[in-house]
């Protein structure tokens, strides 16, 4: 077993949530009728804001937590759009960079006509300017955080500059490993984050090692959340999609049902779960309820068409689990 962090969380002290990842433009698309590949079919399109970090930012801006938000986008229209919009729901975006002669990023979805995701591309090289060196340029910006969230689209140098600071400064770091591709990033980084939230093919990205054969939901709600536990990760939350939400820690446990919900678009749903459980553990609510309101977040959002509800609050969140 990996050797394990003390994460400590100040309630006390005020601050704010340090939000570092991606942002862009979500492009989507629900099929109305069994897809045809090699043809097109008929559909129900939509655009958004999107991005990992950009999503947990605005869902927690409006669970009423101070953001800051730390993103690359480029010195383009939609890039100006992104921040400007970002910023109107109360996320400051003051440090955000914009790249002269890049691209905002961008994320290409094709759902089935259950609202299954079928096929996603992304383009966030524009993130690759957030470098090592410019992460240590805010530092005071961790200095003042009682939080710090990482989007695995950074680069792995970047991410290791991020949490290395972070450590020493004694911020706690939640992480989301953004992708099957992308998961192994984090990898080296595992026993240094408090907060993890991924899914089950994520969970064997960063654990190679564990090949859990044929078993139920409720066996894998308790096995791989454990798995990254014995890698150092201070709390995991493994989403198992209409199997709920299984959650550790090195003493606890458990499993929370989904809440049976129309699946309207999924974009965003793990991050409305991210955003709701970081907010309940920093307003000192226990783990099981904080990832009970992460599950309602990801069901308010399931059934949004778009990456963030609009509606999100916490009197919603509990209205939805009465």
């Given amino acids: ?22 942002a862009g433009l ?12 090699g043809s097109s079919t008929p559909a129900v399109l939509r655009s958004s804001l999107g991005g990992v970090g950009r999503n947990v930012a605005e869902n927690l801006a409006r669970l009423g937590t101070e953001v800051v938000f730390v993103t690359a986008v480029g010195d383009d229209d939609e890039g100006r759009r992104l921040l400007d919009q970002t910023a109107a729901v109360g996320v400051n975006t003051q440090h955000c960079l914009r790249v002269p002669g890049e691209a905002t990023g961008a994320y290409l979805a094709i759902l089935d006509e259950r609202g299954r995701l079928h096929l996603a591309l992304d383009d966030m090289h524009v993130v690759e300017s957030l470098t090592p060196e410019f992460i240590r340029e805010c530092k005071d910006l961790f200095r003042g955080a009682v939080a710090a969230f990482l989007d695995a ?9 991020a949490v290395a600071l972070a450590r020493r400064l004694d911020v706690p770091v939640a ?18 984050i408090w907060l993890l939230t ?10 190679p090692e564990f090949a859990p054969g ?13 798995r990254l536990i014995g890698k150092g990760v201070g709390i995991t939350i493994v989403a198992m999609a209409e199997a709920g939400v299984g959650y550790a820690t090195a003493e606890i446990s458990g499993h ?19 955003a709701a459980v970081i907010f309940g553990l920093l307003n000192e609510i226990p783990l099981d309820e904080s990832v009970r309101l992460g599950v309602s977040a990801s069901a308010v959002t399931l059934r949004t068409r778009g990456s963030v ?14």
């Fill in 26 to 37: 979500d492009i989507v698309g629900r099929a109305v009728e069994s897809l045809r590949p």
């Fill in 256 to 274: 929370i049902p989904a809440l049976q919900v129309d699946v309207i678009d999924p974009t965003g749903a793990s991050d409305a779960l991210s």
């Fill in 214 to 226: 044929e078993t139920s939901a409720a066996e894998r709600a308790v096995e791989f959340p454990r």
């Fill in 1 to 22: 077993m990996a050797r394990r962090r003390a994460f400590v969380i100040s309630h006390s002290a005020p601050g704010h949530v340090l939000v570092i990842g991606s």
């Fill in 309 to 322: 509800a609009p509606s999100l609050s916490l009197e919603l969140l509990y209205e939805q689990l009465r």
């Fill in 153 to 161: 689209n950074l680069p792995p140098r970047t991410l290791a500059a």
């Fill in 175 to 192: 992480a989301d490993p953004t992708s099957l591709g992308l998961a192994p990033r984090l990898t080296p980084l595992l026993a240094d």
């Fill in 198 to 207: 991924c899914n089950e093919a994520e969970v064997l990205a960063l654990c």
